[in-house]
């Protein structure tokens, strides 16, 4: 056995106590980085080819989703199935064995607001004769920045 010395006393007050509070100040610092960066990226996530929009006062909202084909039409006239380049010979027949393989997709038009409405019509007009039985037309509202 040790010598009475070698013992030590550790007196504990209610100064020098271990607290058992849990600080939150890191856990709210971090979570309001993250809310911050979704904030900035989230207008940045855009489906389909970015193109000009049309502003509208009161745009319609339609909701995103896996059910929905995003067809872009550039300010040249060329026209895109998500982010692949359909030639304009073949747009119907790829709309066509789309409508085949998935007839319950809703086709959006994002249609670059340079754009002829005449090529608009064009292109509508080929998802029509696809089999689809309407089209929406994205747009963004007047005074919000957009693509």
Same mark, same amino acid.
């Given at each position: 056995?040790?010598?009475?010395? /070698?013992? $030590? ?9 271990? $607290? ?31 193109? *000009?929009?049309? !502003?509208?006062?009161?745009? !319609?909202?339609?909701? /995103?989703?896996? $059910? *929905? ?5 550039? *300010? ?13 010979? *073949? ?18 038009? &994002? %249609? ?5 409405? %005449?090529?608009?019509? &064009? ?17 963004? &509202? $007047? ?5």
């Amino acid at each position: 056995m040790p010598p009475a010395s /070698e013992f $030590k006393t550790f007196v504990t007050d209610s100064a020098s106590a271990v $607290k058992s509070d849990i600080n939150v100040t890191p856990l709210v610092d971090v979570c309001l980085v993250l809310l911050i960066i979704f904030m900035v990226v989230t207008p940045l996530l855009q489906s389909g080819r970015p193109v *000009q929009l049309p !502003e509208t006062g009161n745009p !319609e909202k339609m909701p /995103e989703g896996a $059910k *929905q084909i995003t067809v872009a039409i550039e *300010q040249d006239g060329s026209v895109f199935l998500g982010d692949k380049w359909i030639p304009n010979d *073949q747009l119907l027949a790829t709309l066509q064995d789309i409508h085949e393989r998935t007839p319950d997709k809703n086709v959006v038009i &994002k %249609a670059d607001r340079r754009l002829k409405y %005449a090529e608009v019509r &064009k292109v509508m007009r080929s998802i029509n004769q696809a089999g689809f039985p309407g089209v929406g037309l994205e747009t963004h &509202k $007047k005074g919000q920045p957009g693509v």
